[in-house]
T-cell receptor, first 114, second 113 residues
Framework: DQQVKQNSPSLSVQEGRISILNCDYTNSMFDYFLWYKKYPAEGPTFLISISSIKDKNEDGRFTVFLNKSAKHLSLHIVPSQPGDSAVYFC?????????????FGEGTQLTVNP | NAGVMQNPRHLVRRRGQEARLRCSPMKGHSHVYWYRQLPEEGLKFMVY????????ESGMPKERFSAEFPKEGPSILRIQQVVRGDSAAYFC???????????FGDGTRLSIL
């Protein structure tokens, strides 16, 4: 049972444009969400998080949107840069904090073309 | 480098041997998590530990796998009598408290011959 789903295995965008990565979840107990970026042969790098009491969180070029009724979240990267090319993982946890097991999606490979 | 340190980065074992994976959390972090990533899949939670305590091991296989986080020293993930299906990347993460994100190490790639 895949509780966190990233339905797009890959996404390709032009440099300077917006990248939108999507994530859906099924477990109503999830109330804390994170996005990680991962390069080959490295560990995931934390990007941004959001708790269920918010519907938007912004940090520089990265914005995460949460739609609880639809059980959907998205990561917007504006403007996209070639260095953003990586696999992006959506993760979800229970308990409004990171002090719990995280459930990961299968990842979306983002390619930003110069 | 004040990040999460994992060693070794690569580990090769023959079937039936033991594998020991080490994780030193970020300075000041007392919460440690282990995840496994099989080829072409996302990360799967295995175990959550605090110093000297296992808090949540619901993702650990029932047999052959164990984890510890002693008062002194790194956290250890131990796999006894390894089998081919144990081949994966094993990632450790740490956090300072219940709040804040989990920060990951670069993983240990375990290969079973």
């Amino acid at each position: 049972d895949q509780q966190v789903k990233q339905n797009s295995p890959s996404l390709s965008v032009q440099e300077g444009r917006i990248s939108i990565l999507n994530c859906d979840y099924t477990n109503s107990m999830f109330d804390y969400f994170l996005w990680y970026k991962k390069y080959p042969a490295e560990g995931p790098t934390f990007l941004i998080s959001i708790s269920s009491i918010k519907d938007k969180n912004e940090d520089g070029r990265f914005t995460v949107f949460l739609n609880k009724s639809a059980k959907h979240l998205s990561l917007h990267i504006v403007p996209s840069q070639p260095g953003d090319s990586a696999v992006y993982f959506c993760a979800a946890g229970e308990g409004r904090t990171s002090g719990s097991r995280l459930t990961f999606g299968e990842g979306t490979q983002l390619t930003v073309n110069p | 480098n004040a990040g999460v340190m994992q060693n070794p980065r690569h580990l090769v074992r023959r079937r039936g041997q033991e594998a020991r994976l080490r994780c030193s959390p970020m300075k000041g972090h007392s919460h440690v998590y282990w995840y496994r990533q099989l080829p072409e899949e996302g990360l799967k939670f295995m175990v959550y530990l605090q110093k000297e305590n296992i808090i949540d091991e619901s993702g650990m296989p029932k047999e052959r796998f164990s984890a510890e986080f002693p008062k002194e020293g790194p956290s250890i993930l131990r796999i006894q009598q390894v089998v081919r299906g144990d081949s994966a990347a094993y990632f450790c993460a740490s956090s300072s408290t219940y709040e804040g994100p989990q920060h990951f190490g670069d993983g240990t790639r375990l290969s079973i011959l």
